[in-house]
């Protein structure tokens, strides 16, 4: 081993001596079990429910006598949690079942060597309020046994016997930790078990919990519908109508032996209450797909990854210290452990296609493509003082949606009439100019939360911008245009790259946000749940149906350049367009219709068909623009927090809703890939930017 258990209170040699020979026959045991099982699967909790990302608040009101390490001050930490059994398969056995937080953003040293510079911070929790085992020699006696025992299904009768014979009091103890069954393991209650210092002085210790609120479970399965998989089913269920949320608690005392050292009984409430110091909110998500169990499955968590002031304490804090890096470093083997998160991760969950299914089938020219428009995505996000790379400057309003599709229209779990989203509409200039006057473009988009709730990714964005289509063809073009100066794009124009008259239809002479039509210029697929395919398109138009405003004159130019300073003499205010939308939300009435436009998938091979032609329009008579939502605003958005988080993603839809997938970045449908593709890893990188990040 490198390191030396680090003993709370000082102790002899030979008890040191007792004490590392005692952890390396554990982990021994423990590596031998792995190893004769499955090596790649950790050795503990290896079910896993779900990996959720949440939001840890530390509380303004704390009693001082906690405001120590983490809890000095309030803060927002952004968390990953991952909810498991301790080992049973079948999630309808009795089992102890474990949640365990890993918080990002945490500053300062860390007490892992390895892991000094990791800004993540550990907390290890499970479903009983005590560990079955006492001390060192204890788990000695008890590994040895189990090691044998285990394989073949057997209790560790013997043990049991030592036990009686030794200490009685701990046999029951032991014989009803791992009889636990859940109903959801988002409405259990969970305890650390073990003692935790609390401060850098060795005179005060305390346990961790986390309670959970009443709201945590939407409607428990019944014991007869419930089957082996039943507890992510649980939380799938209230995560796509609600959120989830914990108290998280310490129970605080002095230290002393006794408290240190017998984490197999409880500490009295009335003499050591419990005291609330933050809160976890897990958002509504989807958190079940393949890629988001893989992350969950990649997170190593162990309680000795934390500040000095929230240092583990005790023997079996000892122990696990040695067992959990030793059993990571077999799990992860020759890959090595993955970094620890930044807490940007979780922007790339709740999305319809994985990264895997959007490049599975890309060529190497459409890798190269997106390599060089991420990296440039990137560069923008970080090095822009308000942190999005285009889009900068906007306002956002919250409001609702209902659905008004004609009553045969075809089924589906999304578009069904009479049914309200709450919803974010963001109104943006699209050039990242700050001021509104600039010459330039107008965009809206929409996101949908699922009914009941308006935090987190929500679970449908639309993205949509003036003009009914896109000034260039395919990704190739975008990144040409991209990366080519503002005053040469005029000869992309020249040569057919950039289009001047679809360019001239996204500029708008700006009045109200309110006045205009905004297209999502790319197309998506339809599936409808008799497995039927169509095409879909969709636009926002004010709620009189009046015709498209603010086109500039005939004799308008571009020259290639979608975003221009504004024309001497405007003497408007350079906020006006965002205090406008804002007014006219808080004092009027501001209501639009979401449309769209169907078509039939055309025949096989589909291919690069026109249909997927960014830079031309469908025909209106053929394919006329059918009602789904009316759309109210009600309030505006003032929470800096909530703007600074919200990011939009075509990717982000319902089953029912996907990007279609190209192969060359040259096809049309590359386009709405390519974004898909990059918006994450620029989300990312503005996340490094100090909030608030929009105004």
């Keep these: 081993m490198t390191e030396t258990i680090r003993a709370e209170r000082p102790a002899d040699a030979q008890t040191q001596e007792t004490l590392q020979a005692g952890t390396e026959r554990i982990t021994a045991l423990q590596l031998a079990l792995m190893q004769a099982a499955d090596p790649t699967r950790r050795g503990q909790h290896p079910k896993q429910h779900g990996c959720v990302w949440a939001r840890f608040e530390v509380l303004d009101d704390i009693p001082p006598a906690y405001q120590v390490g983490l809890f000095a001050k309030p803060g927002t930490y952004t968390a990953y949690i991952r909810f498991s059994n301790g080992a049973q398969r079948d999630d309808r056995s009795p089992d102890i079942h474990g949640m365990a937080i890993k918080l990002t953003g945490v500053d300062g040293p860390k007490i892992l060597e390895a892991e000094r510079s990791a800004a993540t911070h550990d907390f290890i929790l499970a479903d009983n309020p005590v560990f079955f085992i006492r001390d060192m020699d204890e788990y000695v006696r008890f590994m040895e046994e189990f090691a044998v025992t285990a394989p073949h299904g057997k209790p560790p009768v013997q043990f049991i016997s030592w036990l009686q014979a030794n200490r009685p009091a701990g046999v029951p103890v032991l014989m ?21 210092a609390l401060g850098l002085d060795e005179g ?14 939407a409607v428990p399965i019944p014991p007869a519908a419930r089957d082996d998989g039943y507890l992510q089913r649980a939380m799938v269920d209230q995560l796509t109508r609600r959120p989830a949320r914990f108290d998280f608690t310490v129970q605080m005392r002095e230290s002393d032996s006794e408290a240190v050292d017998n984490p197999t009984t409880e500490w009295d409430l009335e003499r050591y209450p419990v005291q609330r110091v933050a809160v976890v909110t897990i958002p509504p998500q989807t958190f079940a797909s393949e890629e988001q169990m893989r992350f969950g499955e990649s997170l190593s968590y162990t309680p000795w990854h934390a500040l000095p002031e929230h240092r583990p304490v005790g023997q079996i804090n000892a122990i696990r210290r040695e067992v959990y890096i030793a059993s990571s470093t077999v799990r992860h083997g020759a890959r090595g452990r993955p970094p620890e998160p930044t807490g940007t991760e979780h922007l790339g969950f709740n999305l319809r296609l994985s990264q895997r299914e959007l490049t599975a089938g890309i060529d190497q020219d459409f890798h190269a493509v997106l390599a060089q428009l991420q990296q440039t995505f990137n560069y923008m996000a970080s090095t822009t003082q308000r942190g999005r790379a285009t889009h900068t400057y906007g306002t956002v309003a919250w409001g609702e949606a209902r659905c008004i599709v004609p009553s045969d229209f075809p089924a589906n779990e999304t578009f069904v009439l009479g049914r309200v989203y709450p919803i974010v509409l963001r109104h943006s200039s699209p050039g990242g100019r700050a001021d509104d006057r600039a010459r330039d473009g107008v965009a809206a988009s929409l996101k949908f939360f699922e009914p009941g709730s308006e935090d987190g990714p929500g679970f449908f964005d639309i993205l949509m911008n003036a003009g009914r289509q896109l000034f260039v063809r395919s990704i190739r073009d975008f990144s040409t245009f991209v990366h080519t100066p503002d005053d040469e794009r005029i000869k992309l124009v020249e040569s057919g790259i950039m289009l001047e008259p679809q360019l001239i239809e996204a500029y708008r002479i700006r009045g109200s946000f309110s006045d205009f039509r905004y297209y999502t210029w790319v197309c998506f697929e339809f599936i409808d749940q008799l497995d039927v395919s169509r095409y879909v398109r969709f636009r926002l138009i004010n709620h009189d149906r009046g015709g498209d405003r603010g086109l500039p004159r005939p004799d308008f130019r571009a020259n290639g350049r979608p975003s221009m300073p504004p024309v001497a003499g405007d003497d408007r205010d350079p906020e006006f367009l965002r205090k406008d939308f804002v007014y006219k939300v808080r004092q009027s009435e501001v209501r639009y219709i979401l449309q769209a436009q169907f078509r039939d998938t055309p025949a096989a091979p589909v291919g690069n068909h026109e249909l997927f032609d960014p830079s031309q329009p469908w025909n209106e008579h053929w394919f006329p623009w059918l009602d789904m939502f009316d759309i109210r605003l009600t309030d505006i958005v003032e929470d800096e927090t909530f703007i600074s988080r919200l990011e939009m993603n075509p990717n982000r839809s319902p089953a029912c809703i996907r990007i279609p997938v190209a192969t060359s970045p040259d096809h049309y449908a590359s386009l709405g890939q390519a974004r898909a593709i990059v918006y994450p890893g620029a989300r990312a990188a ?5 909030p608030p990040q929009n105004n």
Excluded: K, M
């Design 176 to 196: 009803g930790f791992r009889q636990q069954v859940q109903d959801s393991p988002l409405a259990a209650r969970y305890w650390s078990q073990v003692p935790y």
């Design 204 to 217: 005060t210790i305390c346990r961790y919990g986390a309670l959970p609120h009443a709201g945590n479970i």
């Design 686 to 690: 503005r996340g490094a930017v100090q």
